[in-house]
């Protein structure tokens, strides 16, 4: 059984470019979290999804900042125009259920890089 | 609102114990959690308690004390392979897997 996946790895933009992250839950997981983690501090939690419906987006920027999770298909967090402050270590997390610590698993993470 | 507190960094010697505390302020308790993360890696679930008290698994146990919203780490018989940060968790006010983080401990093992 796979664990969860995240691509890229790193990702490399310019200010006011598009970046995508993607993860793939575990199998028969249907609770994805995405979590930011800037250098030297811990995760912050941005937002909590299931199939096709955003839980809570409490920790997501308003603005450039969007998440999705569609019936078919990885999540998606999408920022647009990024901006320098936007770099830091992004990581998702998969659960089968919304409560349960010890069953949620984390990707290895995507870390973006603005230039 | 929820906050975590615990101590930046802590060095320690191969064979040695340490213990990293973790005090929180949370408006409802669900648990404390611990995680570990090596450098560029990604977190790794190590311990949760949800009742007063030790848990052991292996060479790492975790300590919890809700009347004093304390818990520790205790990592024995170190090795260098535990140079890592370690962070406590809690789940939030709602109860659901979304995590609140302390800022980590980093610890430093040396020969």
């Known amino acids: 059984n796979a664990g969860v996946m995240q691509n890229p790895r790193h990702l490399v933009r310019r200010r006011g470019q598009e970046a995508r992250l993607r993860c793939s839950p575990m199998?028969?997981?249907?609770?994805v979290y995405w979590y930011r983690q800037l250098p030297e501090e811990g995760l912050k939690f941005m937002v909590y999804l299931q199939k096709e419906n955003i839980i809570d987006e409490s920790g997501m920027p308003k603005e450039r900042f969007s998440a999705e999770f569609p019936k078919e298909g990885p999540s998606i967090l999408r920022i647009q125009q990024v901006v320098r402050g936007d770099s830091a270590a992004y990581f998702c997390a998969s659960s089968p259920r919304d409560r349960g610590i010890d069953e949620q698993f984390f990707g290895p993470g995507t870390r973006l890089t603005v230039l | 609102g929820q906050s975590l507190e615990q101590p930046s960094e802590v060095t320690a010697v191969e064979g040695a114990i340490v213990q990293i505390n973790c005090t929180y302020q949370t408006s409802g308790f669900y648990g404390l959690s611990w995680y570990q993360q090596h450098d560029g890696g990604a977190p790794t679930f190590l311990s949760y308690n949800a009742l007063d008290g030790l848990e052991e698994t292996g060479r790492f146990s975790s300590f919890l004390s809700r009347s004093d919203s304390y818990g520790y780490l205790l990592l024995q018989e170190l090795q260098m392979k535990d140079s890592a940060s370690y962070f406590c968790a809690v789940p939030s006010s709602g109860g659901y897997n979304k995590l609140i983080f302390g800022a980590g401990t980093r610890l430093a093992v040396h020969p």
């Open positions: 199998k028969g997981h249907s609770h």
